[in-house]
């Protein structure tokens, strides 16, 4: 057996973590391409959503190193995503790739068809106990990765070299991706808070606008945020124009709510979602539709300064959100963007909206005498 699973922005480095503590051949596909994407898309329906196509993508690229099974997560309710591992299993044969696919869920909320498909994955090698010890140091790796990511978030608007805040955040998913202890995932993450604190230091008297950059949530459907090659970059690119951004969902928190029914609540838990979104959408819609509109209630509340929801077209819990978004904009006052996402969309026009977007948000802020720009706090322009 040669697991591979889609590639979902940091996600392979605890999968690949996992597998490899069970001792279970795993090839973690390339990273989201435009190759990715073009192989997916040959193979899937028009009107299937952007996940999708690039879930085939890699799996076809996978296939190339050996890979013969597939692992996915399952969803329940109104999305599409809770028949992807069919509907691609079926997409795949056709296709001449003759995958076993496993989907990872629990069955009518019971946790022992998802142990029983853990099992079988682990091989009769690997007894319970050192099943348990993988699934909890994959997960404790995924809470760090939450927190590097967080950091790395608050670093960006701060720091005048962006090249050398990606250098961290590059190298730290590096060191997390090889180290298979306990003591060097902390380790790592204390490295990043210690570099990004030096780096800190090299700026000469930061002022106000420095300390107090604006911020934005991101909120939406869950592949759309965390791969950014399927967001084109949008934490970056919110980081490069002086934005601290923070998201709905982090992989830690939607694992232990959704694979583990909340026995783990993750970095940043998000079971408080539904009860936000209660008095405007209260009930739920499927995907993380109603979580989507919760975390605009949220943020909203912590006087985060604007809101952007991105999806990939066609999402059908997304756009009822996007339909009750502009009544939680009204109430709260608070600018929110929705940005749809496909094959065709550009870096270029996305660029355009986010700029757009940020200059509409700092224009009260300069006006009351909040903040500066990124250019004017370091000294090098507009942008």
Known sequence: MKVTFPHMGNAWIVIQTLFESLNVEVVVPPTNSKRTLNLGTRLSPESACLPLKLNLGNYIEAADEGADTIVITGGIGPCR?????????????????????????PPNGSLLGLAKRIRYLAGTNNSWAQIIKALRFAYLKSVALDQVEDLIHAAR?????????????????????????VKGVQETVRWVKESIHESQEKVDTPSEGFNKPLRIGIIGEIYTILDPYTSLGLEEELGRLGVEVDRSIYLSGWVGNHVFQGLAPGYRSIKSYPGHAKPFLPHFVGGHGQETVGAAVKFAREGFDGIIQIFPLSCMPEIVAASVLPRVQEAYKVPIMTLIVDEHTGQAGMQTRLEAFVDLLERPRLQRGIGQTRGEVFGVGGR
Do not use: C, H, W
């Open 81 to 105: 995503f809770g028949y992807y591992g069919e509907m691609e299993r079926q997409i795949l044969q056709s296709a001449g790739y003759n995958y076993d696919v496993v989907t990872l869920e």
């Open 157 to 181: 608007p701060r720091l005048p070299n962006s090249m050398e805040t990606e250098k961290i955040y590059e190298d730290a998913k590096k060191l997390l991706a090889q180290t298979m202890t």
